[in-house]
């Protein structure tokens, strides 16, 4: 092509396509809301530090002011009782951690107890986790922070129930309480709502489950629609047992997490289904005609391109299942028990009002003989 | 405009988010004024960009923060299409919340409604081009408008056309979940919702868009119902009342009863109806007007139909015909008009 050619030529435009992919990396669960193991940590740890600067500045505060009223009794007792290294409460960022999955719990008790719909539960579980990783414990208490995700998720996700209906039914909580922290977590969210989750990819695998391993004749001879039907019931048990209390919501993308539940719940079915899916052209050029489970070598040595397609197949399949497992994984890992939370709430608050603990203190060190 | 951030929790780190934010917009007129918001015209102070914000109050209702608040910003967060408004940034001051919009200074009822503007059929193509590829954006990301209405599509300075106003957005609705039935501006409320259906898809905006697009070609509003009653009546004397023949089960939702049954109108009804429509136009408003809703068209196939492929081709969006300048009074009652909904 001459130069004069290039200048005259009209640009043609790109056809540009954008895929769902393309469309999931552009939602703000995506952009703002993914992490990697190390930046989710990341994150976690200075909501942590900033929650425990706060917190020293609280205790310095009160300890400051309970020592100018009983200056001799802060002389005395310097060394041991109302030494300000021991006095102070400061939660760890692992105690933090385990206190958020406690909470947790509680959101799922919560919404079930309103018989809210799934998608409520699920949505007031991520803006509650969200919030924690930008706040600390050590700033706001979860529990009133638990209840206004519960309700700016209700309202959210078009179940909107009236605030005196909502607090009418809990213990110890007033409209001022959820209404006065609302645009507190909304702001904390980076104003985004909206929250995909595994349970919509997990109805799309079970419609596809059986468009690819009942059609046009079942491939599996102990599969069937009601076996996929109980496979399917069980991942929906699996992912409220496991995922949504876990962090994987931020680690991985939900049609993930929904494999995840499935290779849990049944390891021989799904990974049929992903090497039926992913290992198409071995399949078509493969010897035998079904595929083994393990160790199988594309036996096809005559066409390099063939080859090629088949290693990447194979290739992503292999990324793929490494990512299923992991999230099972990190799925899996312990949850707190109920004792452990109960500690550390006692903890949590000592740490939202120190002023509270050093008075105890004090009325203990004058009162006992 | 120097409010200056007295944020009820000014305590640390809460406050270092947004007072930045909040001075990189000036806000220089108020143009309108609605229950739940105030909207202002101003600058990025950066690029000199005109902008329009919409300070959304909260504190006012005993609900706290207003369902139609929550879902515009819920949804204008995901979408980012050049047929979609453009959400170009939010922050707080004091407890409100701040939507900056792009600054859209004309809505397509305006132009309907100056008679004094001829509409060649191109220009009449590409808004509904537009229209159906912001349409088509929000569906693939299973949004569902449920206001499509002439001034809910609002007109960029450069000719684009913007799908606005995500108050009675929603998510696609899950397999059991009940829909809401009241929803859409009536006059371009489908049948089903007439009927009073608890499921519905996508078909409710591809219906909306459709009776816009008659709106275009008449430039009088199709199916002007006076009430919820009457437009039953005005949508069937025009299309045909369905029967379970021609939409099975029709017959069972709610609010079926007592119609009176006029026939569908033939093809020659139509074409005297809309005299300028080609074939090809009037079979894409036939495909999105069917009664029964999985007839209808969805987005993919309207934008693919051949009324878009035949010539003439959709005039450029730079070309198309513009609001006529008057006083600028008039920008303020763009922007009260497109928060006014009558549902």
Redesign the interface.
Known sequence: MTEQEKEVEEPVPKRVTIS?DD?YR???QFELWSFTQESLDKAKQKANK?GQ??AQERFNQAFNKSKSENPELFERYKDDELNPQTLITLLTYEEESKFIQFYCQNIVQTTDYFRM?T?VKLTAISLFKKFYL??SMM?YHPKNIMYTSV??AA??E?Y?I??ESFVQRLKDVK?SD???L???I??SL?????VHHAF?PL?GFFLDFQAVLLHPSPLMYDVSVDTLGALYDKAKIWLNENAILSDVAFLFTPPQIALAAMYDVNRRVTDRYLKKKFLTTSAVHNDHEEIGDENEEPTNDDNNEIDDQIKSERNQYEILVRTIRKCIRISKQEKPTSEESKEIDKRCKSALSPDKVIERKIKKLTTSP | MATEVANAVSNGISSEVKSPVQSKYSKDKKVGEGTYAVVYLGNQISTKRKIAIKEIKTGLFKDGLDMSAIREVKYLQELKHPNVIELIDVFSTSNNLNLVLEFLPCDLEVLIKDTSIVFKSSDIKSWLLMTLRGVHHCHRNFILHRDLKPNNLLLAPDGQLKIADFGLARSLGNPNEELSSNVVTRWYRAPELLFGAKHYTVAVDIWSVGIIFAELMLRTPYLPGKDDIDQLDVTFRALGTPTDQIWPNVSNLPQYNALKIYPPPSRQELRNRFSAATDNALDLLILMTQMDPSRRCDSTQALLHEFFTEAPRATDPKDLPKKKEKKPVNEGNDNSNAKRRKV
Request: avoid cysteine; proline fraction near 5%.
């Open positions: 769902n469309l552009r939602s703000t900033t600067l706060l719909p998608q930008i706040n700033e309700f700016l309202k959210s078009n909107f009236s605030i409209p959820i209404l006065d609302e645009f507190k909304l702001q980076k104003f985004t709502l909206l919509r109805y």
